[in-house]
T-cell receptor
């Protein structure tokens, strides 16, 4: 597996609380992505980053924000968690955009009560 | 944006038979089409990919075909084995983003 870690791996939180998920890579890849995976929906892109401090929205970005202050770290924040954000969150990295392989992290299972 | 549809959602085959999973896409700008395998509780892992300048690609028992005119691409697994049982996702990328199909749960019956 590519050098990607996610923390925490599991989290239970309450509605209305802020939550931050961390993705860390050791591959020095420029592109990093956050996806959520839900039954019947496959993987849906939340936000992605194409460099330090350079980020853009994906198809399901409402309620989420991201930050990338270093090449190796990409943070996903749920400002005020809702039950609809219960999901498995995957980080992914790729060396360049478009036609390049994406490698996925191990995932974070988030439960919002 | 791009829209990727994947069929079937579930597929059961006898060990040794072939399995075919099909995907369609909508954005003619898409030029990269990876396939991922995801075992239960694990991360998606790339098994094969194809670029828009290629019509077919094969890697041992796995092959992918691409028809740009019809905007569809397919995954073919021959001589299936129980360890092929997993969820398979197709994806299409027109540039910065990847768009995924909803997945096919493949069960190989020994």
């Amino acid at each position: 597996d590519a050098g990607i870690t996610q923390s925490p791996r599991h989290k239970v939180t309450e509605t209305g609380t802020p939550v931050t998920l961390r993705c860390h890579q050791t591959e020095n890849h420029r592109y990093m992505y956050w996806y959520r995976q839900d039954p019947g929906h496959g993987l849906r892109l939340i936000h992605y980053s194409y460099g330090v401090k350079d980020t853009d929205k994906g198809e399901v970005s409402d309620g989420y924000s991201v930050s990338r202050s270093k090449t190796e770290d990409f943070l996903l924040t749920l400002e005020s968690a809702t039950s609809s954000q219960t999901s498995v969150y995957f980080c992914a990295i790729s060396e360049s955009k478009g036609a390049e392989t994406q490698y996925f992290g191990p995932g974070t299972r988030l439960l919002v009560l | 944006g791009e829209n990727v549809e994947q069929h079937p959602s579930t597929l059961s085959v006898q060990e040794g038979d072939s399995a075919v999973i099909k995907c369609t896409y909508s954005d003619s700008a898409s030029n990269y089409f990876p396939w991922y395998k995801q075992e239960l509780g694990k991360r998606p892992q790339l098994i094969i990919d194809i670029r828009s300048n290629v019509g077919e690609k094969k890697d041992q028992r796995i092959a992918v075909t691409l028809n740009k005119t019809a905007k569809h691409f397919s995954l073919h697994i021959t001589e299936t084995q129980p360890e092929d049982s997993a969820v398979y996702f197709c994806a299409a990328s027109p540039g910065n983003q990847f768009y995924f199909g909803t997945g096919t749960s493949l069960t190989v019956i020994p």
